[in-house]
């Protein structure tokens, strides 16, 4: 697992609107998940294909080994995984496009900061960049499912792009001109384009220039803010002090206020049976519920956290009003080695051990010859699903959906 630079350009959301993050985090230890290993190994088999010019498929069946290490170099925990066709197919469209673009391409690339923070000893490292005479292509992968990136104004690539910019692509080429691709196969929705200037990213330098000289100072405050505390090690921390939630009463309070309510209001609600009366909705103004609507996954991680305070607070035997701690349900139960469940099974089951499901569309058009899938692709054997509404951000690219009364002035009447 690679080094992380105390402005590491992943967390600028958090530190360029708290200055106090660097402080808060300092010394948390980050425990890497199944899924950053796996990111990690993502990553290794695209600079292996970039660096030696080869395809995502010749790899197949590799096993890769990511340890975790503490500060010492000591290995804490060794995550394996097998390369599949699967993650090749997903890999290979990414390869593909960067390798399009004319011009001198660097693979991952470890980049100085120091101008484009003015401070000292900040690094970063980027993906794929190709420096091409017209233009400045910076790539970032995106291994996730979970949650979708977008490349609109991504502080984390704006700052590799000047890194890349101040390090290397200055000295080789007068192209002004950036174009960020963020390629993040397993997510729908996630990844994406967008392009920008070089006077663009040189403006946010100077925001960089005012925000990172702040975190310097050893008594630096904290200021909440959606994207900033999202991923904040600080919040995920166990309560820091009677009455918070979270590990950051910043955070509590901003999330509180988020929804119209202070800690102090809660204590002074009159309950109606067992419910505090919230607002209803039309009783909300529409920049209110806006407002919480764009906060909702912040107000949910807070009241995840509220509600394994509640639990602890349970099994501390601290007063839970209404509640108690039982044992839930258990989990589902899974075979502690498949290879002997399946040795066990083929004697008493047969082929009866299995379960044979139909394959979903996607999976059965994946799985068809390419010049044989249209025979399933232009049938009448499935329909499309419809899309469910969704709100984004107003400068995404996509059209708005026309409104009940747009859709209304399209209707045409018959004139008696
Ligand atoms: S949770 Fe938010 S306010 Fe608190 S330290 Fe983290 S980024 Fe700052």
Request: charged share 30%.
């Given at each position: 697992m690679s080094a992380h630079a105390r402005l590491g350009p992943s967390s600028a959301e958090a530190w360029m609107t708290c200055p106090g993050y660097p402080n808060a985090v300092e010394g948390l230890h980050d425990p890497t998940s199944e899924y950053a290993a796996e990111g990690t190994a993502a990553h290794a088999i695209a600079d292996d294909c970039l660096a030696m010019g080869i395809e995502a498929a010749d790899l197949i069946g590799s096993h890769l080994t990511i340890n975790e290490k503490d500060e010492d170099g000591n290995v804490t925990q060794t995550f394996t995984f097998e390369w599949t066709e699967e993650d090749a197919e997903q890999l290979q469209y990414g390869l593909d496009e960067i390798r399009a673009f004319e011009g001198e391409f660097f693979g991952e690339h470890r980049v100085d900061l120091s101008e484009v923070y003015g401070v000292e000893g900040q690094f970063g490292t980027l993906d794929r960049g190709v420096v091409g005479k017209d233009l400045i292509v910076v790539g970032d992968l995106k291994w996730g499912r979970g949650i979708p990136v977008s490349p609109v104004e991504n502080k984390q690539l704006m700052i590799y792009a000047l890194g890349f910019w101040h390090n290397i692509a200055r000295h080789r080429t007068k192209a002004t001109d950036f174009l960020f691709i963020i390629d993040?196969?397993?997510?729908?929705?996630g990844g994406g384009h967008w392009r920008c200037t070089l006077d663009e990213l040189l403006a946010f330098q100077e925001e960089l220039r005012i925000a990172a000289p702040k975190?310097?100072?050893?008594d630096a405050p904290r200021v909440a803010s959606e994207k900033g505390c999202f991923w904040c090690r600080r919040r995920q921390q166990?309560?820091?002090?009677?009455?918070?939630?979270?590990?950051?009463k910043v955070y509590d309070e901003y999330v509180l206020d988020a929804v119209g309510t202070k800690f102090d209001d809660l204590d002074d609600a009159e309950f109606i049976g067992d419910t505090i009366p919230l607002a209803q909705y039309d009783q909300l103004s529409a920049k209110r519920r806006t407002y919480i609507v764009k906060h909702k996954k912040v107000i949910e991680k807070w009241l995840e956290s509220l509600h394994a305070a509640v639990i602890q607070d349970g099994l501390n035997g601290e007063e839970i009003p209404g509640l108690k701690v039982v044992d839930g349900r258990k989990g589902r139960r899974t075979w502690v080695d498949e290879k002997k469940a399946d040795a066990f099974l083929a004697q008493r089951?047969?082929?009866?051990r299995f379960t044979i499901k139909l394959k979903s569309v996607a999976q059965a058009v994946k799985s068809m010859k390419p010049d044989e899938r249209h025979m399933l692709t232009d049938s009448e054997l499935f329909v499309e699903g419809v899309p469910k509404p969704v709100l984004v951000d107003?400068?995404?690219?996509r059209p708005a959906k026309a409104t009940v009364d747009e859709k209304f002035d399209d209707v045409e009447f018959d004139t008696l």
């Amino acid at each position: 697992m690679s080094a992380h630079a105390r402005l590491g350009p992943s967390s600028a959301e958090a530190w360029m609107t708290c200055p106090g993050y660097p402080n808060a985090v300092e010394g948390l230890h980050d425990p890497t998940s199944e899924y950053a290993a796996e990111g990690t190994a993502a990553h290794a088999i695209a600079d292996d294909c970039l660096a030696m010019g080869i395809e995502a498929a010749d790899l197949i069946g590799s096993h890769l080994t990511i340890n975790e290490k503490d500060e010492d170099g000591n290995v804490t925990q060794t995550f394996t995984f097998e390369w599949t066709e699967e993650d090749a197919e997903q890999l290979q469209y990414g390869l593909d496009e960067i390798r399009a673009f004319e011009g001198e391409f660097f693979g991952e690339h470890r980049v100085d900061l120091s101008e484009v923070y003015g401070v000292e000893g900040q690094f970063g490292t980027l993906d794929r960049g190709v420096v091409g005479k017209d233009l400045i292509v910076v790539g970032d992968l995106k291994w996730g499912r979970g949650i979708p990136v977008s490349p609109v104004e991504n502080k984390q690539l704006m700052i590799y792009a000047l890194g890349f910019w101040h390090n290397i692509a200055r000295h080789r080429t007068k192209a002004t001109d950036f174009l960020f691709i963020i390629d993040q196969p397993r997510c729908p929705g996630g990844g994406g384009h967008w392009r920008c200037t070089l006077d663009e990213l040189l403006a946010f330098q100077e925001e960089l220039r005012i925000a990172a000289p702040k975190t310097l100072d050893p008594d630096a405050p904290r200021v909440a803010s959606e994207k900033g505390c999202f991923w904040c090690r600080r919040r995920q921390q166990p309560p820091s002090e009677p009455g918070a939630v979270s590990g950051c009463k910043v955070y509590d309070e901003y999330v509180l206020d988020a929804v119209g309510t202070k800690f102090d209001d809660l204590d002074d609600a009159e309950f109606i049976g067992d419910t505090i009366p919230l607002a209803q909705y039309d009783q909300l103004s529409a920049k209110r519920r806006t407002y919480i609507v764009k906060h909702k996954k912040v107000i949910e991680k807070w009241l995840e956290s509220l509600h394994a305070a509640v639990i602890q607070d349970g099994l501390n035997g601290e007063e839970i009003p209404g509640l108690k701690v039982v044992d839930g349900r258990k989990g589902r139960r899974t075979w502690v080695d498949e290879k002997k469940a399946d040795a066990f099974l083929a004697q008493r089951l047969g082929e009866d051990r299995f379960t044979i499901k139909l394959k979903s569309v996607a999976q059965a058009v994946k799985s068809m010859k390419p010049d044989e899938r249209h025979m399933l692709t232009d049938s009448e054997l499935f329909v499309e699903g419809v899309p469910k509404p969704v709100l984004v951000d107003e400068r995404d690219a996509r059209p708005a959906k026309a409104t009940v009364d747009e859709k209304f002035d399209d209707v045409e009447f018959d004139t008696l």
